[in-house]
């Protein structure tokens, strides 16, 4: 799935539902057009504020998660990579797009690396063509549902 496809199947699911949010006019038009990498942390605020699910599904097995933030997304991610035993070098080579996972999972881990990092960066960002590309490798879908 494509950029343009993610933004067709979100315009499908949410007719007739008017958004309203602090996100820019620059990132809803990005959403809802598939044209810019976008974080996935906005794909995640513009589905809560539209009253839509996201859901990753994993086709092989058919097992549905719903991510309420960025490292859920890692969390899932990292759950389906290890269970097909994908790293993120054959992502790479399978579609030239890097994953980097967060260094951990683990909400006390994070928030100590976050005191260490003086302010730097310490959750690795998502971008909505990595999160495209890493679904492609392992085999899951993003689905958009009404809440």
Do not use: W
């Not at 996201?54 to 890692?74: G, I, N, Y």
């Amino acid at each position: 799935m494509n950029q343009e496809q993610l933004a067709d199947r979100i315009k499908s699911v949410k007719e007739g539902v008017v958004y309203s949010s602090n996100l820019t006019s620059y990132a809803i038009q990005s959403i809802e057009s598939g044209r810019s990498n976008y974080p996935v942390a906005n794909l995640i605020t513009y589905c809560n504020d539209a009253h839509l699910m996201l859901t990753m599904v994993d086709l092989a097995t058919e097992d549905k998660f719903q991510p309420l933030s960025v490292l859920d997304v890692h969390k899932i991610l990292d759950l389906l990579m290890k269970r097909y035993k994908i790293d993120h070098k054959l992502v790479y080579r399978k579609t030239g797009v890097h994953y980097t996972p967060p260094k951990s999972f683990i909400p006390e881990d994070l928030e100590r690396m976050k005191s260490d990092s003086d302010g730097k960066k310490y959750v690795t960002p998502l971008s909505i063509k990595t999160l495209l590309a890493v679904c492609d490798v392992i085999h899951c879908e993003l689905q958009f549902s009404q809440k």
